[in-house]
């Protein structure tokens, strides 16, 4: 039987309730041999981590949302080695933009079940996608490093920003809030107001020489194969396993290119760049998102990078 462990993050959203995961759920309510953990800390989930891989964890539960997908997928190089385990995602964040792409078994107990009876009746089913490499040095020349599945900027990061305040006083999850936000935005522009969420930025991909900092609407780059809401704003082109898009301020023929987003067949020219690439290099001075955490870019430069390849338990 397959060892599995399940790691839930007592602070996602969909944990807040009855509904959600308790800290020390019922061991009837689990598989047989089954580990559990629920790390009150962000600290505490190396060490949470490590006991999975000693006591040999093959199938590896995540509950919560995007960013504690981020978070554990981080670790798994330090704690697994090379011998990561399969992932299987019991979706119960703000977002969950990740589960959406690869599936999700629903979170709480019924997700819970999902996941066991799909493990008990095979044959299973499997989705693989590489994960986003992105890298940086702070102020004090430290590097860092996170593995994660979209990352955004300029507009986005404004958006995410201000979409923490939207969401608490308006009850709104973080996903609708950035949403919201963004439409906000997107009237402004409409009407002349062409200053709020640009940042100045450049991306580059490996196939081209860098370019100095300029307004910049949008900066996106994924390597899933769905987003939310229907959106695919990436356009056509290119090879690697990374999709990557770049709107310089101000955006040219915003219902247009909205238009073709959903459609997935925005066009290059007119202030879009895009495509596909291995590796990109970005210079800014306001901060990324990384699968909706804020980041400071230290020194400015950070390297996105298609990651590993990670291998999701599908519903």
Known sequence: MTRLAIISNPLSDGNSGRKGIPANPDRALLRPDTLFAAPAALEELPGVLHGFAEAGVEMLAIDGGDGTVRDVISLLPWTFGDAWPTLAILPSGKTNVIARDVGGFGHGAAGMAHLFFRLDNKPLRFAERPCLDVSWIDDAQHQHTALGFVLGAAVYSHATQMAGAWSHDRGIKQGGAVALVIARMLAKWRRGDATEGVAELSLTP?????????????????????????????????????????????????????WRAWRGKVALGEGVRGGRAETLEMRLSEPFVLDGELYDPGIGCVTVRTGPTLRFLVP
């Open 206 to 258: 490996e196939t081209e020489i860098a370019a100095p900092p300029a307004p910049h609407f949008l900066v996106l780059a994924t390597t899933l194969d769905r987003l939310m809401l229907g959106l695919w704003p990436f356009p056509k082109g290119g090879r690697g396993g990374l999709h990557w898009l770049a709107m310089t301020a101000p955006p040219q023929h915003l219902v247009r290119n909205l």
